[in-house]
């Protein structure tokens, strides 16, 4: 008796789409129209777990050669999807992480804040007369540091975060100003970016941010009454007619780079399609992405079971108008959809879920250094400073834990690496542990995917134009 074929089933998932099957091929995050022989053979293995090779001959003889049989199974083998008795491998080994090519700090300039959202999740967030303002020497340290762990790249991001940035100007023009001239002797080109809930800003701003190319997201959470239930003012006033103002100011005049906002979803806000038609059409904004609240420290905020169905079932819906804009060849600004078009183009395979405590660092107000921008303040201890640089060891700890997927719920699933375990924060607030998968929303999160998958294929089918056109140059900007 011949070897047992066998799929190997975590590598491997089939998605419905308008003209069959395509196979998500797992470890690699490619996609593959099969093969009539090809999606036969997974069929039959999928149905008989004993089948061997002979087995295999006998059942397509008068149809397939035994060499056209040979051939699609070898390919399935070197894919790692099916194996004739051997063990086939699903995740990479355990590493060992002691390089940590920093290409992105995040500067949290001032954790004075003019504003008092309710669902706020900085720990260290004040009012604007208590706020801690960065020193323009910590700054400096912190491009410096940058530039010694990772001389050689192509391209440093520097991010202004808050509180509100906007509070500390001063700092954010006396940095700009260093690194332009601190770059001219080095490799790679620097960018800055900060988000910035818009109240602030005044037409000498805008044309400051413009001449010097920094780019800008807005925070902003629809029409006026949605805006004004939780982004208020620390006196308790709605912010929406202000943001609105100044987001008409912003819009013409500003042309450094395409201008996008972000969203944040909770208790009792779902109705994205309304959200996005006020924020893309009525306002003009470039792109809309949603930051549905699933584990905020305030468990009042947080979006409920029900609700994060209601939100996934609306943003299917932008989907499906995303999917019809693309395929007139016209991009509709739906960010969520847009990222998710960018990894399955690109193949994006991830084994972290994002680039924090590898490439990126947050410095708090006192240059002590943080997973991410939303670790500033948190419990969760220091990775290092400034001053001392990187705990690597402590950091190397926590990152290889994450890489750790073996006796996890991210072992074997699908979107494994895609998802790669969902937000270290998310992790930290729901369960105290930044290092262990976000369970809470699998299930959404693999429905999601199946549906991204499906609208990336009708695209590729009928306009595979759109993907040059506004898939990769967003990338590239």
Same mark, same amino acid.
């Given at each position: /008796? ?58 397509? @003889? ?15 083998? +070197? ?44 720990? #260290? ?8 303002? /960065? ?18 790249? $192509? ?28 770059? @001219? ?55 929406? $007619? ?6 008409? /100011? ?14 944040? !979803?909770?208790?009792?806000?779902? #109705? ?9 059409? $009525? ?13 905020? $420290?305030? +468990? ?5 079971? #029900? ?6 079932? &609306? ?25 998710? /078009?960018?990894? !399955? ?10 680039? +924090? ?27 290092? #400073?400034?001053? @001392? &640089? ?38 930290? +607030? ?48």
């Amino acid at each position: /008796m011949g070897a047992v074929l066998s799929l190997v089933k975590p590598n491997l998932h089939l998605v419905d789409v308008e003209r069959g099957q395509v196979l998500f091929h797992v470890p690699t995050s490619g996609l593959f129209e099969l093969d009539p022989l090809s999606g036969e053979l997974i069929r039959l293995l999928t149905e008989d777990t004993h089948s061997t090779i002979e087995t295999v001959e006998k059942r397509f @003889q008068n149809r397939y050669s035994t060499d056209q049989l040979a051939e699609a199974i070898e390919e399935l083998k +070197a894919l790692k999807i099916v194996t004739d008795g051997g063990t086939a491998q699903i995740n990479a080994d355990p590493v060992k992480v002691d390089q940590f090519p920093l290409n992105t700090v995040i500067l949290n300039v001032n954790t004075g804040c003019n504003l008092s959202c309710t669902y706020c999740y900085k720990e #260290d967030l004040e009012i604007p007369s208590k706020g801690q303002k /960065m020193a323009f020497e910590t700054a400096v340290k912190s491009v410096e540091m940058l530039l010694e762990e990772s001389p050689d790249q $192509d391209k440093y991001n520097i991010v202004f975060f808050g509180g509100e940035p906007l509070s500390n100007m001063p700092l954010i023009r006396q940095t700009v100003e260093y690194c332009q001239q601190r770059f @001219q002797s080095v490799k790679g080109r620097v960018d800055f970016t900060l988000t910035t809930n818009g109240t602030l800003l005044t037409e000498e701003l805008v044309d400051y941010f413009n001449t010097n190319g920094i780019g800008l997201t807005i925070s902003m959470d629809g029409p006026k009454a949605i805006h004004d239930k939780n982004r208020i003012t620390v006196g308790g006033q709605g912010t929406y $007619d202000v943001v609105n103002s100044k987001v008409k /100011m912003l819009l013409p005049r500003y042309s450094a780079r395409p201008v996008g906002v972000r969203v944040t !979803l909770t208790r009792a806000i779902t #109705d994205v399609e309304a959200i996005y038609q006020h924020l893309y059409h $009525d306002l003009g904004f470039h792109e809309v992405g949603f930051a549905p609240v699933t584990s905020g $420290d305030m +468990a009042e905020f947080n979006l409920t079971v #029900d609700e994060l169905h209601e939100v996934f079932e &609306g943003m299917k819906r932008l989907g499906r108008r995303y999917l019809q804009g693309a395929l007139a060849h016209q991009n509709t600004g739906f960010g969520n959809m847009h990222q998710l /078009m960018t990894d !399955l183009h690109e193949g994006n395979k991830k084994s972290l879920p994002c680039g +924090a405590g590898v490439a990126l660092l947050a410095v708090d107000t006192e240059g002590g250094l943080n997973l991410c921008h939303r670790f500033t303040g948190s419990e969760l201890p220091l990775f290092g #400073d400034v001053d @001392q &640089g990187i705990d690597k060891p402590a950091l190397s700890q926590f990152i290889e834990a994450r890489l750790e997927r073996a006796d996890t719920g991210c072992e074997t699933c699908r979107i494994r690496n895609l998802c790669s375990g969902g937000c270290y924060h998310e992790s930290y +607030a729901k369960f105290g542990d930044p290092a262990a998968p976000a369970y809470h929303y699998c299930d959404l999160m693999r429905d999601w995917i199946d549906f991204g998958i499906e609208i990336y294929s009708r695209i590729m089918i009928e306009n595979p134009e759109f993907f040059d056109a506004y898939v990769t140059p967003r990338r590239s900007s």
